[in-house]
C-alpha cells in the first residue's frame, strides 16, 4: 500500500503589500494556493491508496472565502478520483473554544474525504491500513493523546496521524501560541509510518516518523528548505520526498560595514544585491556594525531601491553600539524599524518568535519610514 503525505499547507495565508497583476489578489496569498495545488496534482499523478494531510490546511480559525472555496475544489479533485483523504485540524484551523464551530465540517459531505477536527482519538480503515488520527487538542493534551493510541493487530498497515511539536534529543516546534509536544517515545509503539504536522521543515525523526514540511515558506527561518509531499510505500517501508516548484526565498550573507563610509556601504550593497538575481523573489539583507556618523549619513532609500525588483525586500541596518550612544538625560533615537528591532531583541522570547515579530512587523514600519 502506498500514501501521500502531505501538512501544513496554510491556506489563506499572506504577507508583504504585493499583488499579483492578473488575478488582483495578495501575491504570497496566491503563492500558497499554487503550492497546494501542486501537492494535489503530485497526489494524483501517484495514484496511491490514500492521502493523509496533517493539519494547518488553513492558516486560520476563520478563513476567509477565497480560501475555503480553493480548499474545497482541491479535496474535489481527489474525491473525483476516489482517492481516500482524511484531514486533521492543527493548531492554526482549531478553534479555542469548542463552541465557534470547526471549519472541518464543511468537508464531511464530501465522499472519500475523510475530516478530523474533534478532540481525541479518531480510526480510520483504508483496506488493509488502520489510519489512527489524532487532531489537534487541549483538554485532553496531544501528548496524553498520543500516549494511549497504539496500533491495531488487526490490520496489517498502521499508521499514525499528529500534529505536535516534538521533544526528544532534539526537539522539533515552531514557538507558536497553542502549539503542543509529545515526547519522541510516543512514536515507538511499531507504527509502519507517523505522518507528522507543524515543523515546517522535511525531516525524519524517528524509525518510520517523518514531517513532510509546509508546502510554501512562511518566513526567513525556512528560506534554505526545499518544499513538497512525501510519498510512502509501506510494503517497502520506503520513503520519497516529491519537491514543490515554489518562490524562492533569498537570506544573503550580512554585509559587514565595520569601517566603512556611507558611500562604501551602499556600493557593497550595490554590488552583492545586483550579483544575488533577486528578481521576483522574496530577500532580506542584512548591514551589520555601521559606524555612528555612517549611519547617519546612510542612503536607505537607496539601498532599497536597489532591492526594488524583488518581490519583497526587506532591509536590516545594525549600528555599532557606542559607549556615548545615550548619555544621562539625552537619548538618541534611530529610524523606528531600527528601534523595533532592537527592542524585539531584548525579548524574553525565543529566537523563532522573535524572528516572528520582526517579519509581521518590519514591512508596516519600513512601508512608513519611506
Known sequence: MRLVHISDTHLGFSAYSKLDQHEGINQRELDIYRAFQQAIDIAISLKPDFVVHSGDLFDSVRPGNRAIDFALKQLIRLSQEGIETILISGNHSTPRLRETGSIFRIFEHLEHIHPVHEPGIARVKIGKANVVAIPHSVNPSIAELAMKAAP?????????????????????????????????????????????????????????????????????????????????????????????????????????????????????????????????????????????????????HAIRQLGSSALHFELRVDRQEDDDQVTAGEAQIGLLADEFRKFVSRLDYPDAKKARLLELGMPYLERDQE
Open 152 to 300: 491495531s493487530e488487526d490490520c496489517e498497515f498502521n499508521v499514525l496521524v499528529i500534529h505536535a511539536g516534538i521533544l526528544g534529543s532534539d526537539i522539533y516546534k515552531m514557538d507558536e501560541f497553542n502549539e503542543q509536544a509529545i515526547p519522541v517515545s510516543a512514536l515507538d509503539k511499531g507504527w509502519d509510518y507517523v505522518a507528522l504536522g507543524h515543523f515546517h521543515q522535511h525531516h525524519d525523526v524517528a524509525d518510520h516518523a517523518y514531517y513532510s514540511g509546509s508546502t510554501e515558506r512562511l518566513g526567513f527561518g525556512e528560506a534554505d528548505q526545499k518544499k513538497g509531499v512525501v510519498e510512502v510505500d509501506l510494503s517497502s517501508h520506503t520513503v520519497r520526498f516529491h519537491e514543490i516548484k515554489t518562490r524562492e526565498m533569498v537570506n544573503l550573507p550580512a554585509l559587514d560595514a565595520e569601517g566603512l563610509a556611507s558611500s562604501e556601504i551602499l556600493g557593497e550593497a550595490r554590488r552583492k544585491l545586483s550579483g544575488a538575481g533577486i528578481d521576483d523573489k522574496i530577500v532580506r539583507m542584512v548591514v551589520t556594525n555601521v559606524a555612528s556618523d555612517a549611519y547617519r549619513s546612510l542612503d536607505v
